[in-house]
């Protein structure tokens, strides 16, 4: 359940937003105050070699110690006028187990940090980062004090839910600018039609303050459900339309499907899904029971407003309806949570003539 699976997480703290630092002029922040690495990858502070690099090392390291014919005790005894005492290849080799154990571990850095994985890459990472990107050519100001007073307030009440790092980023420093083109070129953006400042959070993008103040709540609260709950980060390169819109969806045969679009912010909402949540292990359609398979799709992550919008044409759903919460059945639709609530279970106990879910999700 979307809700038991937040409270696991609860317990996980966050990083706040700390007090505004002339510092961050210099090369940027994160939510510590600490200074942001210009080095990239999953890592950074912590980063394995390369299995290719390990490869290379160990052929060599091999090479050099089987050409030895014996080790430097086998040549001192036999200076000695003693026969030299040859080793198994073993322990020839033991030198390159060692330095193959400690080539995959995790090197430190200096700052004892790690660097936020760019929101293109396809391991999933362990928190939400969001990515302010701002334009600051004071030495003396702080560009980002209206920023931290909106994300403070924004995400008062939410910010244990799940972890998170914001990476405040001054693009007026050379190595900044190629940061951000770096990740908005990774997540395919036009950064030439984008005004700063931005932020980036869970693969979309907010821009200026008051879009930003509008949107941050629920784009944190987004992000970190697709990637704690449903296991996956949105990139837009990726993103899937057309006859591939549902690509990722299945139907399971034998089921009583059912299609719930919600967001995360959104009141009614809230109590209609601990009503999803409760539904019954099996329901009886037609002396049938059949166990409910439940889709949830959340409207403002990715492209699903796209997703909501195929679903609105095919069922043919007029403008005062078209909403969240809405559930899809096999030959209804209902729309509010009066609606769920009343009718949930007397529609799914209803026989449809056919299932018009297959018309959009395959099986």
Not at 67 to 72: D, E, K, V
Not at 189 to 213: H, K, T, Y
Not at 228 to 257: C, I, M, Q
Not at 289 to 309: C, V
Request: net charge neutral; hydrophobic share 40%; aromatic share 8%.
């Amino acid at each position: 359940m979307i809700a038991e699976n937040a409270a696991v997480y609860e317990a996980r703290k966050g990083l706040e937003g700390c007090a505004s630092s002339h510092g961050a002029l210099r090369r940027g922040r994160s939510d510590s105050g600490a200074p942001e690495s210009p080095v990239s990858g999953a890592c950074a502070g912590n980063a394995p070699l390369l299995p290719g690099k390990i490869l290379v090392k160990v052929k060599l390291l091999v090479r050099n110690i089987a050409a030895l014919p014996t080790i430097q005790f086998g040549e001192a005894v036999a200076r000695r006028g003693r026969k030299p005492m040859r080793f198994p290849v073993i322990w020839k080799i033991l030198p390159v187990l060692w330095m193959l154990a400690l080539g995959t571990g995790c090197g430190r850095n200096a700052g004892g940090g790690s660097e936020p994985a760019s929101p293109g890459t396809a391991e999933l990472p362990d928190r939400v980062d969001m990515y302010y990107f701002y334009e600051e050519l004071c030495q003396s100001c702080d560009g980002t004090a209206e920023f931290d007073a909106i994300a403070a307030a924004e995400l008062e009440g939410v910010r244990d839910r799940y972890p998170y790092a914001i990476h405040r980023i001054n693009v007026f420093l050379r190595e900044n600018r190629e940061r951000y083109q770096e990740i908005t070129g990774s997540l395919g953006l036009d950064r030439d039609a984008r005004e700063l400042p931005l932020l980036i959070a869970g693969g979309r993008v907010f821009s200026g303050n008051e879009g930003i103040a509008r949107n941050l709540r629920e784009a944190f609260l987004t992000a970190g459900e697709d990637l704690f709950v449903y296991k996956r980060v949105y990139n837009p390169k990726e993103k899937k339309t057309g006859d591939r819109l549902f690509a990722d969806y299945r139907l399971r045969p034998d089921h009583l499907s059912l299609v719930y679009f919600y967001r995360t912010t959104c009141e009614e909402c809230g109590k209609v899904t601990p009503l999803i949540d409760r539904l019954p292990e099996k329901i009886a359609v037609g002396g049938t029971a059949l166990p409910p398979d439940i889709i949830r799709i959340n409207t403002r992550s990715g492209n699903n407003s796209e997703r909501i919008a195929a679903f609105f044409e095919r069922y043919q759903v007029p403008d005062e309806d078209r909403m969240v919460p809405i559930v899809f059945l096999a030959g209804a639709y209902l729309a509010g949570y009066e609606a769920i609530a009343a009718g949930l279970i007397p529609a799914l106990e209803t026989p449809a003539r056919f299932n018009r879910l297959t018309e959009l999700i395959g099986r």
